[in-house]
């Protein structure tokens, strides 16, 4: 059985004050416990206690199976059941099966909603996608006749009393620490949004909240949990689907790893692991279960940053499962946090600039061209096509543009505002070119 001397206490103290210092981290709040009682705890940051609840983001989908597999055992049903038992108004050519929600192997690609099912993936190949969760949470509404709020209340929370464990919704958001989104590199209180019914990330795939000690108690019942007579573990390596070179799984402890019931495994140097983070604009946390440690590690940070805080935080979270295991944590270098940003900053600063330049010199030198192949043609380059390019990017690379405002509201704007600079002056030059008004504007 674990204990402090084997967490190394001041090691992991140490280790977490010193990234911190690395991590502009608003808050933080963590609980390691064995299969009986919380062998460590700390929080660091302004209101931030044991007390505290946050919202989870994707660790929400480890509660969520949890849920959706109590009941399938009570209802008799079977992890292979197709979808469209409980989801009629499903249309899809492949027979997709509560499993292939569970292990993202449904065809669903990773920004489709719900209400907009497209099957832009590959079915049977794993692609990361929040609509595969919310469909699950469908399903448990489907059989038990509520909502899933109720349900993973009554199947999770009430049953482990975790008593400050609840879905995000406008009677529960002031239950929550405050979040910090990442603007320009600079840390904002930013108040989250409720998720719509259509809204990418909802309550199934992304906002319960929880506080690290009800997350504790949820972990211990893990540690001893068994489906279909198989523990967690196994269960996971059995049902679940081998990935390699995917966002999910890298990050922690390299880039392949098996995916199944809202859990990422991995064998670190002989030592198994199941872990899963949750990354919102605002929030971000860390579940991990160590069964041959009979360990459970919970992290929540109450802040956000797509950009460069997302890769920073992994390796925090590397750092104290490290610890945990007996291995030894990796390096955050001082003000890494600052100067990924000032690189970041500077780039979208030459960018811009790049884009005032013609209108800077259009009220300098005016604006008149003569209208002929020479400059016609870029002149459309410059005021047309790369004004879409701006504005089409993210599209691009099938990346919603309110997934890029939320995540990465900084790079969002100044791409938008290049873009109307740019087509705003081409407009100009056009009306200065036609009405003959250089010697007005000089």
């Known amino acids: 059985m674990a204990n402090l001397k084997h967490l190394k206490h001041k090691e992991m103290t140490d280790f977490i004050h010193t990234s911190i210092k690395a991590i502009p981290v608003q808050g933080v709040s963590l609980n390691i416990t064995n299969q009986s009682k919380t062998i460590y705890s700390l929080q660091y940051g302004q209101g931030i206690d044991k007390d505290s609840s946050f919202v989870l983001g994707s660790t929400s989908k480890a509660i969520t199976a949890t849920s959706l597999l109590t009941l399938l055992e009570e209802h008799h049903i079977s992890l292979d059941t197709p979808i469209k038992a ?7 050519e492949n027979s997709i099966s509560i499993l292939d929600l569970l292990n993202h192997t449904s065809g669903i690609a990773t920004y489709e909603t719900i209400e907009h099912l497209q099957y832009a993936g590959t079915y049977g190949v794993f692609e990361y996608s929040n609509a595969n969760y919310n469909l699950l949470g469908k399903i448990m509404e489907k059989i038990t006749g509520n909502s899933f709020s109720k349900t993973v209340e009554q199947t999770v929370f009430e049953k482990l009393k975790m008593a400050h464990s609840f879905s995000f919704t406008n009677a529960t958001k002031q239950n929550v620490v ?4 990442s603007f320009f590199g600079v840390l904002i209180p930013y108040q989250e ?5 259509n809204s990418w990330i909802q309550a199934p795939s992304g906002y319960l909240c929880a506080r690290p000690s009800d997350m504790a108690k949820y972990f211990r019942f893990l540690l001893q949990y068994t489906y279909g007579n198989q523990q967690l573990l196994q269960l996971v390596k059995k049902r679940g689907v081998s990935v390699r070179n995917d966002p999910a799984i890298e990050g922690i402890y390299g880039n392949s ?6 859990w990422v495994y991995k064998n670190v140097n002989g030592t198994e692991i199941l872990y899963h983070t949750g990354k919102l604009s605002t929030y971000s946390s860390l579940s991990v279960i160590i069964p041959q440690k009979n360990i459970g590690i919970s992290v929540m940070c109450n802040m956000g940053d797509f950009l460069v805080g997302t890769n920073l935080m ?14 030894a944590p990796p390096t955050i270098p001082a003000n890494s946090y600052a100067k990924q ?25 005016g604006g008149a061209f003569s209208v002929d192949a020479k400059t016609v043609c870029p002149f459309l380059l410059l005021h047309g096509l790369l004004p879409i390019a701006f504005l089409e990017f993210f599209a ?9 405002a939320d995540f990465a509201p900084d790079v969002f704007m100044v791409f938008r505002i290049c873009a109307v600079t740019l087509f705003i ?9 036609a009405m003959g008004m250089d010697a007005f504007l000089q």
């Open 257 to 262: 790893g098996i995916y199944s019931m809202g």
């Open 178 to 181: 405050r979040g910090y989104k």
């Open 341 to 365: 940003h000032a690189r970041i900053n500077l780039a979208l600063l030459i960018v811009f600039t790049l884009c005032l330049f013609p209108a800077l010199r259009l009220l300098t030198k």
């Open 86 to 92: 409980y989801l009629a108004w499903i249309h899809t």
């Open 396 to 404: 691009i690379f099938k990346i919603p543009d309110k997934v890029v």
């Open 314 to 327: 992994e390796q925090l979270y590397e750092g104290i499962i490290s610890i945990t295991i007996g291995k």
């Open 193 to 197: 949004k409720v998720p719509q019914e």
């Open 425 to 433: 002056t081409g407009i100009w030059q056009c009306i200065v070119t």
